[in-house]
């Protein structure tokens, strides 16, 4: 089992940024890979971007460029580096890990940008 606790949500202006963390307990060791996927109203929870064990990144097209994924082994959390935020990146935002073939999410964290 995998405990997962974002932080750093908020509001923000257009162009602002914001940096996301999640926290991870439990069976920490044997997870292989984290990420943020994110779900605005009305619409399809998506990926945002992952990082394996290995250091390995993926992010979607639209957070290429704007957000970077990293990732503390030491402290077992994954952050969200969100920078030139726009409105459509306003959503809920996921943390998420995969363990042993499981996926496991937080509670999720809002994130509003205005324009």
């Known amino acids: 089992q995998v405990q997962l606790v974002e932080s750093g949500g908020g509001l923000v202006q257009a162009g602002g940024s914001l940096r996301l963390s999640c926290a991870a307990s439990?069976?920490?060791?044997?997870?292989?890979?984290m990420g943020w996927h994110r779900q605005a109203p009305g619409k399809q929870r998506e990926l945002v971007a992952a990082?394996?064990?290995?250091?390995?990144?993926v992010y979607a097209g639209f957070a290429k460029g704007r957000f970077t994924i990293s990732r503390d082994n030491a402290k077992n959390t994954v952050n969200l580096q969100m920078d030139s935020l726009k409105p459509e990146d306003t959503a809920v935002y996921y943390c998420?890990?995969?363990?042993?073939?499981?996926?496991?999410w937080g509670q999720g964290t809002q994130v509003t940008v205005s324009s």
């Open positions: 998420n890990a995969v363990s042993e073939g499981f996926g496991y």
């Open positions: 439990g069976s920490i060791s044997s997870i292989t890979a």
């Open positions: 990082i394996t064990s290995g250091g390995h990144t």
